[in-house]
């Protein structure tokens, strides 16, 4: 039957009959289940268990009516449906029963009970209890979707009015809600304002709506509204029972963050696309078959392929190589970092790389591998390293052209450049010398220049500009000189002031930054090791001229004691042999030199006379001739010959070309030096020493010892003197002098009268006084005369007698008799006339004749001996040399004066008072003179001894 229930649980309360056929009719329908009670207690029980859909009961049983039973049952479930049977119903049951909350009163036949009627009554119930309990569960869904804070509601009648709207529908607009109930729902202010076309969106909706179709929309809201939202709008019709559209729901949802998040999320999600297809890392995942489950778009950066190629010819074991890793390790741990591997990209070159491996579940992959490319890393720490070696092989490279080459040597591993080049500074010529350079660069470029540092070529340049220049195409560069070259990419690094760096591809753009970093650093490191090396020269040469200057000045100080001992001796030396074999002796001892020799000048046969000698001498003055000449002979005979010192600092030099260096060489002398022996323009020979190595007579030695010479020669005069002082025989020698520069020739010429200088010459530090006798002249005229004369600086006259008087001349130029008296001669007269003038020279007989007369010829021009004599003069010159020998030079100034000035002759010529004006001083000081002076003289007359003279005329 349509009506019998086909489902629940029915509880059947009573004990009539009717009941009991009742509940085995319910029972035998398949999905019900039928629950029995004979009293009210047991019903309720049931009840309350929850256990029943429906309550058929008796009108009367046990402990109860069914009025009580609908009360209690009512008190605990108000909407459970009960129907109510009886055998002998009333109308006034009826109306009781249905009062009490009763669903159904069911009123059977007495005698025959239809339980059939009952049973469709009974599932009518439960069915309209359960249209009952689903519409309450509707309105409850509803309530609680309408008072839902999180979605605005709205609920519009079936013409699309508003009727209602939610708390939260109401938040959605800054103005009051009520006064719009009854508008249509697309022209209220939700949606209308502005310039968006929102209101018409929201009203094809409604419309839709109306029609029976729901519909979704995400619309803007207008700004007029407040703050500016997007709402994403639900719209469903609600039906009647006949269904037809009853209302309208609109159910709005403020996703305005939602869209911002989505719109950003879009965005991260293009930069992460456009990153991945960017980036130069690759990742991959694969299953654990190996299989690819995701290829990022970037691959090819690192591997040449792209995504599709990749997966269809390359496996994750070829491609990153196999044991990678350990699966287990990476089971344990989760992730591995940093494997580093080699692998090979689709064109052939080799990348080194780094992966990490990692376990995830995305879609079907199990796998992920990131990998990046650490080539050009690995490259450079390799290039490092390289460079690290470098720069410790230059601590031990010890010259400018082996670092050069080094750096060469050095560049493809520290650049991967096999052309590479070296250019040095030469200061000197102020050009630019390739020092280094590698085959590769040969081949390329061709022959390397030497080029000027003027900055018009491009290595010049950057050394000059001290500026490195990079350039990717060398070709468009203006000051490439070489337009052939074969190099494409080159750089040029200065090396401080020490050169350039040239290193080159014959490709373009081989210098990215890590070429050019690395560049920068070889340059540096280079020009670091250049330096090491100038400063370390620098040190060395400083350290050997130290060295030099401490052997120069232990040599010098050696020399300086040789010549101190040489001077003591010269002192006590007593003869002329004596001075020169102890200078001989003293330079050859304690091996100072080898051999030293002393000559005497024979003008005669123009050689050089060995005279004494010491040392090493090994028979050289007996092997070798000492001709005397200004070149290509021995060097003692080039210093006779120049009267100049002559050193040798290398005997060995073109001894082919001159016989004396092969006899010097066999003696072991590989250096020489020959000095003068000269005293005011007189030789007195010449002094050569030999030492047994080379460069032994640097300049101070050589100034040192030129100076000895000058010390040997007054050493010789002094001794020539001593002797002169001591002899008793004298050679006279008479000159004529034809010489008009000669001051008293000049001046008797001038004066017309005649000049008598017979002795007496004062020096000092004015010039040279001399008094000069006149004759045939007036005093005065003479003394005008002189006063003209240059060589003449001061003229006093002493005395005058008439055409006869003494004149004392202030000579500014150099007189003959000091010089004379120097090598101890003396000048005993002068004698000037207009016509000629003549000089009478006495030359101890110790003295060589020629010596003097080489001294006269220096002296003036035109001189010829003519007379020459012997004279003794043992006694004369004894009385005369006791008694100066007790005269000051002071007394003897005095006492010349007084003589020449008349002062002794009677009567006197001048008075005491005119001679002491004449000398300078006080009258009572010139007396005490002449006083002391006459005491002497008589005190030496008084012991006087008689001599002889004898002359010989020759």
Known sequence: MSGVPDSGSVLVVGKSDWVARFAEELG?????????????????????????????????????????????????????????????????????????????????????????????????????????????????????????????????????????????????????VDPLVGGAFWSLPWWTGGDDPTSDDVRRLVENALEGTAGNAVVPQPSEVGRRRIVELSVRPVTDERGEVASVVVEGIDITARVSLE???????????????????????????????????????IFGYTADELRERVPIDELLGEDLFDRDELAERGVLKNIESTVTDKAGRE????????????????????????????????????????????????????????????????????????????????????????????????????VPADGETLPSHSFVEDSPLYFDDVHEADRLENSATGLRSVAYVPLGDHGVFVAGSTEVGAFDAVARELTDLLAVTAEAALDRVTRESRLR??????????????????????????????VGAQTREEIDYTVCELLTAADRFAFAWVGSVDPINETVEPRAWAGDERGYLDSTTFDIAASSVEPAGRTAATGEVTTVPNVASGFRDEPWRKDALTRDYLSVLSIPLVYND??????????????????????????????????????????????????RVGFAVDDPTFVLSRLARNAECTLTYQGGVQQSAEGNYVFVTVEDGAVESVAAAADELVAVADVRQISTDGDAGVLRLRLTQPFLAP??????????????????????????????????????????????LRTKQTLDQSTERDLFSRFLDKLTERQLEVLQTAYYSGYFESPRENTGEEVAATLGISPPAFYKHVRTVQRKLFATLFDEHSGSVSGRAE
Request: aromatic share 4%; charged share 25%; glycine share 4%.
């Open 263 to 301: 719109r950003d999320l879009r965005r991260s999600e293009e930069l992460h696309r456009v990153t991945l297809n960017n980036m130069t890392d690759t990742v991959l995942i694969t299953d654990e078959s190996g299989a690819y489950t995701y290829v990022c778009p970037n691959v090819h950066f």
């Open 28 to 176: 035998s329908r398949p999905g019900v289940t039928v629950l029995e009670a004979e009293t009210k207690a047991a019903a309720l029980r049931a009840v309350e268990a929850g256990e029943v859909d429906c309550v058929v009961a008796d009108a009367d049983f046990a402990d109860a009516t069914a009025v009580d039973l609908l009360t209690d049952v009512r008190s605990t479930v108000a909407t459970l449906p009960v129907v109510i049977a009886t055998d002998g119903g009333s109308d006034v049951l009826a109306s009781e029963v249905l009062g009490a909350g009763a669903t159904d009163y069911v009123a059977l036949d007495a005698d025959s009970p239809d339980v059939e009627t009952l049973l469709t009554r009974t599932g009518r119930a439960l069915r309209s209890a359960r249209q009952s309990a689903g519409e309450r569960e509707r309105a409850r869904q509803f309530d609680a979707m309408f008072d839902d804070e999180r979605t605005a509601t709205w609920v519009l009648d079936g013409e699309g009015s508003l009727t209602r709207a939610n708390r939260t529908a109401r938040e959605l607009l800054n103005a009051p």
């Open 541 to 570: 040469e400083q350290d050997r001229t130290l060295q030099r200057q401490n052997d120069r000045l232990t040599e010098l100080n050696r020399i300086n004691e040789t010549i101190r001992e040489i001077d003591q001796a010269l």
């Open 682 to 731: 007189l030789s007195h020979g010449v002094l050569t020493v030999y030492a047994t190595t080379h460069d032994a007579f640097d300049e101070t030695a050589t100034a040192v010892l030129a100076e000895l010479g000058e010390t040997i020669a007054s050493a010789l005069s002094a001794l020539e003197r001593k002797n002169a002082l001591l002899t008793t025989v004298v050679t």
């Open 351 to 450: 990348h080194t790389i780094l992966v990490n491996v990692r376990e995830v579940s995305i879609r079907d992959g199990t796998l992920l591998f990131s990998c990046r490319d650490i080539t050009k890393r690995k490259q450079r720490e390799d290039a490092l390293t390289t460079l690290h070696e470098t720069a410790r092989e230059f601590l031990y490279t010890g010259t400018h052209r082996q670092i050069a080459q080094r750096v060469v040597d050095d560049t493809p591993g520290v650049l991967a450049l096999d052309a590479s080049a070296v250019y040095l500074f030469d200061a000197d010529a102020n050009v630019l010398r390739p020092a280094a350079y590698s085959p590769a660069m040969r081949e390329a470029h061709g022959p390397l220049p030497t």
């Open 819 to 864: 010089e004379l008296a120097d090598h101890g001669a003396v000048l005993a007269e002068v004698r000037a006339t207009p016509e000629e003038t003549t000089l009478v020279v006495d030359v101890p007989e110790s003295i060589d004749v020629r010596n003097v007369t080489h001294l006269v010829d220096e002296a003036f021009a035109g001189v010829e």
